[in-house]
């Protein structure tokens, strides 16, 4: 799936947009699931365990931010944790033996889909080794002007996890852009067309502003590892339910050690559900919030 330079980009930038993955008729099906999901949003009046809300949803205008877990909700999802194209761009990348970890799709609808503030997914799961990445479906066409992925490039390879603590001390999930501790002017957008997937390294420094065009940007995030990181907080269902997570290849009883940077998110954040309810706990901001 990958040239010799696209995986050169991945090792030197932190993240590859790989065009044309999908079908359109795929796409198409994901777009009308997607409808049904927030059309039924109409009768959810708070945040559960199928949808993160904007703050401004209501049931005149159901406004969700993210489905959680969409892949355990409808099989049109499901069937992407397994896409032969989407697990031979992650072998390209790590060997043949490939694990699944969860998904979300994030939803920055026309005029006030709220901003990600930066960040790197590692500050959330460290492994043992950093040989994951989230893979991003794009439902939508991608530009800057509706919101996309934006990175650091070779953010990745920073010696340090960088702070995602709030002032209180407790994980927010997101960086003080008042530290300073990467130089935001140098992210460079992953855009594409509809069907183009991302591929961001799991240390790689990331956020996106809101969306205030047009035009919707619906990201499905796909988590996945290579079999042997296993993560440092463990995983509580137990090891035959880990290793039914495997998408590709066998898994194995010998977690690869790697000398790598570890911050636990320790104490938990204080608004707990997704990523946009523990950044509330970060004071300064780096993107402005949408126009209402």
């Known amino acids: 799936m990958l040239t010799q330079a696209q995986k050169d980009e991945y090792d030197r930038v932190g993240a590859i947009v790989v ?3 999908l079908t359109p008729e795929e796409v198409a099906e994901l777009r009308a ?3 049904g999901f927030v059309e039924r949003a109409r009768q959810v009046t708070g945040h ?8 401004t949803h209501s049931p005149d205008q159901p406004r969700v931010r993210r489905i959680k877990a969409p892949h355990l909700h409808h099989e049109a999802y499901a069937r992407l944790v397994r896409h032969p194209r989407i697990v031979a761009v992650l072998q390209d990348l790590w060997g043949p033996d490939i694990r699944f970890d969860t998904a979300k799709l994030n939803m920055k ?7 990600v503030e930066w960040h790197q997914d590692w500050a959330f799961y460290p492994h043992t080794n950093d040989d994951l990445a989230a893979v991003g479906v794009m439902m939508d066409d991608m530009a800057l002007e509706n919101g996309p992925l934006l990175i650091i490039p070779g953010s990745h390879k920073d ?3 960088h702070d995602h603590h709030g002032e209180d001390g407790r994980f927010c999930g997101a960086m003080d852009p008042g530290k300073q501790e990467v130089d935001y002017g140098k992210a460079v957008p992953l855009t594409g067309k509809a069907g183009s997937i991302t591929v961001h390294h799991v240390r790689a420094v990331h956020g996106s502003a809101p969306n205030l065009s047009d035009r919707d940007r619906r990201l499905l995030l796909f988590q996945f590892r290579a079999a042997d990181a296993w993560p440092l907080l463990g995983f509580p269902e137990g090891i ?5 997570l ?3 290849g066998r898994p194995g ?3 690869r050690l790697k000398d790598v940077p570890v911050r636990l998110p320790l104490p938990p954040a204080s608004k707990q559900g997704s990523i946009y309810e523990n950044q509330k706990g970060l004071r300064n901001r780096f993107f402005a919030a949408a126009a209402e």
Do not use: I
């Not at 559960?48 to 703050?55: C, P, Q, R």
């Not at 609808?109 to 901003?115: E, M």
């Not at 035959?240 to 039914?244: F, G, N, T, W």
């Open 19 to 21: 065009p044309n993955v």
């Open 33 to 35: 699931v997607t409808d």
């Open 48 to 55: 559960d365990a199928v949808y993160d809300l904007e703050d």
């Open 109 to 115: 609808s026309a005029g006030f889909g709220a901003a």
């Open 159 to 161: 010696p340090v996890v």
């Open 240 to 244: 035959e339910a880990y290793d039914r």
């Open 246 to 248: 495997m998408v590709a």
């Open 253 to 255: 009883l010998s977690p």
